[in-house]
């Protein structure tokens, strides 16, 4: 029912910035959650943030709180995140993963995306 296709990673130097972005089809992506998971290589994979289906409520992940930012486009079937001040933890895949019930910030989520790697340099 929904597609999700993530862009926007790759490599950057510590306390840079990258933007994601993640691109939807389907009639009801509107009416769907949308969050952003990581996972680091030995890891699980993590909630990083979320928001909700209207826009007006975000979750995020204490670690990326006031370095990345979650928004959504729904005219344009997007779903951003912003990512400044990073650092080498944040290496991972990132996954774009959407929900059609429930919190923003709980499980499960019901589809996602294939990821796109972003690493950080040192």
């Known amino acids: 029912q929904v597609q999700l296709v993530e862009s926007g990673g790759g490599q950057v130097q510590a306390g840079g910035s990258l933007r994601l972005s993640c691109t939807a089809s389907?009639?009801?992506?509107?009416?769907?959650?949308m969050g952003w998971f990581r996972q680091a290589p030995g890891k699980e994979r993590e909630l990083i943030a979320a928001?909700?289906?209207?826009?007006?409520?975000?979750y995020y992940r204490d670690s990326v709180k006031g370095r990345f930012t979650i928004s959504r486009d729904n005219a344009k079937n997007t779903v951003v995140l912003q990512m400044n001040s990073l650092k080498p933890e944040d290496t991972a895949v990132y996954y774009c993963?959407?929900?059609?019930?429930?919190?923003?910030?709980?499980?499960?989520?019901?589809?996602w995306g294939q990821g796109t790697q972003v690493t950080v340099s040192s």
């Open positions: 993963a959407a929900k059609s019930r429930g919190l923003i910030n709980t499980p499960p989520f019901d589809y």
């Open positions: 389907g009639r009801t992506f509107s009416r769907h959650h």
């Open positions: 928001i909700s289906w209207t826009g007006g409520g975000t």
